[in-house]
């Protein structure tokens, strides 16, 4: 996971302004993946890319948006129709794990985004 | 889809207890159950995890079973100490997509 690193730590904005999160991986990691922490909430899946220049909606996709350009990043944009934006920001990355069929996942630091 | 399911959402124990928390599946497709450790203002850490041709697997204090029959996998710990206080995310995985439980906050009382 020491890989994975998101920028800025914390970032506080305006309503109604859009604002990217950063997230870049070295690991050669296929998939990327972010989800939303809310205090003492689990994990919303927001957007995931399995693959360059292709992504899919999560759970909670209204009022985000996505790029993949490049397999090593994987940006979010916070747009101003999102209701509630203020929260934590994980992103991940995952990798077969062998010959199993299955994948290993694994999360960057985090941003914690403050909108008021 | 799938859905992850999992209990207690609290949990308090005296240093030296064993603690256990238990998740559920749905989904009799998923084939990886990690199981993570959340630190307050952390990223989630993978500290155990299972694959489901596997029934049990240790770590040192950390053990995780899983019963493929009644789809549900446990997170035990033993001889527990203050630092094992965090918050635990049980989830299910099949190929690259990940489904996670709601949480355990563990405190290890001194």
């Known amino acids: 996971d020491g890989g994975i690193t998101q920028s800025p730590k914390y970032l506080f904005r305006k309503e109604g302004q859009n604002v990217t999160l950063s997230c870049e991986q070295n690991l050669n990691h296929d998939a990327m993946y972010w989800y939303r922490q809310d205090p003492g909430q689990g994990l919303r899946l927001i957007y995931y890319s399995q693959i360059v220049n292709d992504f899919q909606k999560g759970d909670i996709a209204e009022g985000y948006s996505v790029s993949r350009e490049k397999k090593e990043s994987f940006p979010l944009t916070v747009t101003s129709a999102q209701k509630n934006p203020t929260a934590f920001y994980l992103c991940a990355s995952s990798i077969r794990a062998g010959t199993s069929g299955s994948y290993e996942q694994y999360f960057g630091p985090g941003t914690r985004l403050t909108v008021t | ?110």
């Not at chain 2, 238990?22 to 155990?48: H, M, V």
């Not at chain 2, 053990?63 to 035990?76: D, E």
């Open chain 2, 1 to 110: 889809g799938e859905n992850v399911e999992q209990h207690p959402s609290t949990l308090s124990v005296q240093e030296g207890d064993s603690a256990v928390i238990k998740c559920t599946y749905s989904d009799s497709a998923s084939n990886y159950f990690p199981w993570y450790k959340q630190e307050l203002g952390k990223r989630p850490q993978l500290i155990i995890d299972i694959r489901s041709n596997v029934g049990e697997k240790k770590d040192q204090r950390i053990a995780v079973t899983l019963n493929k029959t009644a789809k549900h996998f446990s997170l035990h710990i033993t001889e527990t100490q203050p630092e094992d206080s965090a918050v635990y995310f049980c989830a299910a995985s099949d190929r690259n997509q990940f489904y996670f439980g709601t949480g355990t906050s563990l405190t290890v009382i001194p």
